[in-house]
């Protein structure tokens, strides 16, 4: 089988599972082209230039920096049933500061994570930009992470992109015939709903994923499965790397 490409990155926390993807293809000497979304970017751009326990280090050292804004986007609160104190606060606070600004996090803020990350990459970030327009990009390590982490609410655009997280979950607009696709999307089925805008996130989050579902039935794509996971799995990607490598030899 010809791979041209693998996509693998997700939405919030479920990035990780394309992290254990990078880990199962590192451990069966695969060499093939990645292109990537979320957490998973800023992963595998860390791991081409600084190895893979660095690369582990900073993403854990960064879920950690921005878990304030995981909490909200991922609506843990009624999604996993983790109502931490001044939850109804924290929600509000979240509208009002969304209401008057685009993120809620600065680049300068977690420029440290992007220390050493000059050097070019081969995995690319899906994008979209400002203009609407997609694409793939290659550039340095830093380039590829902060376009993979400019998810509205969380990152302002990077050289005016965003990641392709908000729009599809996964990436996979600018996927072609015969790629490898990761489809490892979050199940909002499991969250429910008290006011009225937290309906319209679950009808954006729904929209993405049936968006994205369209977008692979139109295309004759290789697509690995996988099941949500929640922060209760960081622990366990060990096991989830086994799963897909196990996956992945069968598709050899």
Known sequence: MKWLRIYAGGYGIQALTAVALFKALKDLSLNVNVVTNGLAGFYIAVEEILGEDEAMRRTMDLLERIDYELYMIERRWICEGKRI????????????????????????????????????????????????????????????????????GVFPPFEDKFST???????VFTAEDGDVVLVNFRDPSNCDFEKADEVLSQSAEIRAIVFAKQILSRKNLVQIHHSPISFRDISDLESIKENLKSRLEELL
Request: hydrophobic share 40%; glycine share 10%; charged share 30%.
């Open 165 to 171: 997280t908000h729009f599809t979950q996964i990436p």
């Open 85 to 152: 104190k001044g939850w109804k606060k924290i929600a509000v606070d979240h509208c009002v500061k969304l209401a008057v600004k685009e993120s809620f996090k600065e680049w300068k803020k977690v420029e440290d994570l992007f220390k050493g990350l000059r050097k070019g990459v081969s995995a690319g970030a899906e994008y979209i930009d400002i203009d609407g327009k997609l694409g793939i990009f290659h550039g340095s390590g830093e380039e590829v992470a902060k376009i993979s982490l400019a998810m509205p």
